[in-house]
DNA sequence: ATGAAAGCGCTAACAT
DNA sequence: ATGTTAGCGCTTTCAT
């Protein structure tokens, strides 16, 4: 493997001028820079990014640290962002917690200043409590939930008033029997989402019934598919459904056909993401549509500026625009 | 931050002997053990992982090429390629390439040995030619594709049989008119499956027609309906469609329901991949289904024999074994 | 058992 | 405009 050394005895100048060169320094002679490039491709030279980075000292890696690839918003999501990464020439290094709290501990804990250069993290279990012993020796934005009390940039949409604005919408096409699923213990999201179809359903003068508010642990098709099932079994069962995602959604629209039930006509449903595959489905899926580039954009942007050499700035909350997405499973 | 030699200091020892201690030598004068722990953790020593690279000659990374994380087959590989690489130690770097030749050659040009230990890519339009300038620097396992005329490690599934396989299913239930979607100029895959469709075909004593067989330019969900829009104009339209993965089989059914066709009554459908969604989708999707975790292990681990210093050994073949999932697409 | 010192490949003062 | 050189933090001979 050729070494900047190798190139500069081969052209006969010093590694510095083939630094330059390497490196896009203007002011090189012409005669030597050519002399360098054909040093270059005769060796087939490749900088050693490692020690640039040593030298540097920055990494040139981010985290991206995500519960699951699987997941189709996390897939497009992780997609957005290395392509948002490499535009500040970092390599991404993508890491899965599954959404266990430890494994999220654990890869926070292990983001070295010298493995990255700084980590975005989606975090679904982690708390304050976490991370209060552990200072984050590199930028870390948060991305899509907050839970934590600690002072960290975060990128995300309004997830109160997507909510409220999915709802709303249910309301709209004359629906009165609006169940929620996507209940959960931990996630701040759910949270946030949940008091969203409440403020929605109250201003409408509904009351919010408990039996039409149904958990879900993972947020996967089936998951979905469990929950709509057991909504669908009660006395008087809803005629509407807003999900926390749009997995969630899909496995209920499953399950409403399983049951026998129409969709839109017996129960209207939303989801919440649009995950490339909702505009596809049958029906095809009304759901909340967070501007996923922006964010992404965003996200990496902000790693960017933290990491920067430059002077410190109070932690950030960086508000991405949404949409709804009105399509067949809301619509007749 | 402190470094090995702030520890020393601190201990008053070399660096060698803290050095010594922190990679688990042996030989260490108790005493001398204790101070330097003391050190470690009053300084909260974090070994600077490029450092210890740079000297050690590896980096801790390997590199998965991949076209499109947001395509959810890419999405559940990747998952199970990071927890695969997590036994041996490795983090997992990703590289898109959207399936652009020169992305793709861009994306393993880089892969100095500076960068990654080794490869996993999933090639989609490179070809031997792109390749064969430079050889690769380290360890590169092919996934799924291999239109390669070069050397290289292979982990895939045997596609000739699969696709074999789904039509030999289509021909069991009875259908006749038998269509394919995916047809492409460069994927081998692609090539291979249409092999399979044609051995099937021609075994049972049918002609293989050419306006059924429809090409697919990205394999997302509007290529499969918009191949199938036009499949269902035709004078005579199939009975049933092989499509080359599922977003395309997905895509199709859409297009089916639009145009008011039955599925699986007035055409059934196949799909190839077995995305997670596939058995939630309405209908659900009769699929090929290769074994993903044993596709990402058997790529990890030849990524890792090969970068183990050991001998050589000629570039293997490693088929994964798939099965056919039927569902309600092909089963009214 | 441990210290001293070289050097992995690169960048950036500093010098010219 | 280019050469010289000191390190980035670490591992590893080579001494002792």
């Known amino acids: 493997m050729a070494t900047l050394k190798d190139v500069a005895d081969l052209a006969g100048v010093s590694v510095k001028t083939v630094s330059n060169v390497v490196n896009g320094y203007d002011f090189v002679k012409p005669e030597n820079r050519r002399r360098v490039e054909d040093a270059l491709t005769a060796t087939g030279y490749r900088p050693n990014v490692g020690a640039r980075n040593l030298r540097r000292g920055r990494t040139g890696f981010i985290a991206l640290v995500v519960p699951e690839l699987s997941i189709p918003y996390f897939g497009e999501l992780a997609g957005g962002i290395i392509a948002a990464a490499q535009r500040h020439d970092w390599s991404v290094l993508i890491e899965q917690t599954l959404g266990a709290r430890d494994r999220e501990r654990d890869a926070v804990g292990a983001l070295g200043p010298h493995m990255v250069d700084g980590a975005i993290v989606s975090p679904q279990a982690i708390e304050a409590a976490d991370l209060a012993g552990m200072a984050p020796r590199v930028p870390v934005v948060l991305l899509g939930e907050h839970p934590l009390a600690l002072p960290l940039d975060h990128v995300g949409i309004d997830n109160v008033d997507a909510a409220y604005t999915a709802v709303r919408h249910l309301l709209d096409i004359g629906r009165r029997r609006i169940a929620a699923i996507g209940q959960h213990p931990t996630r701040g999201t759910a949270t946030q989402r949940l008091a969203g179809y409440r403020q929605a359903l109250t201003e409408a003068g509904l009351a919010v019934r408990p039996e ?22 009660l006395p008087e069962p809803p005629d509407a459904v807003f999900c926390f995602n749009d997995m969630l959604a899909l496995g209920a629209i499953r399950a409403a056909a399983d049951g026998g039930h129409q969709v839109p006509d017996d129960v209207a449903i939303v989801g919440f993401d649009n995950a490339e595959l909702s505009a596809y489905s049958l029906p095809s899926l009304t759901t909340i549509a967070p501007d996923k580039a922006a964010l992404a954009r965003a996200a990496v942007d902000l790693v960017h500026r933290r990491a920067g050499i430059s002077e410190q700035f109070a932690p950030e909350e960086v508000r991405i625009p949404f949409t709804l997405e009105i399509r067949e499973s809301t619509t007749a």
């Open 212 to 233: 039409l508010v149904a958990p879900a642990l993972r947020y996967h098709y089936s998951d979905g598919a469990e929950a709509m099932a057991r909504l669908l079994e």
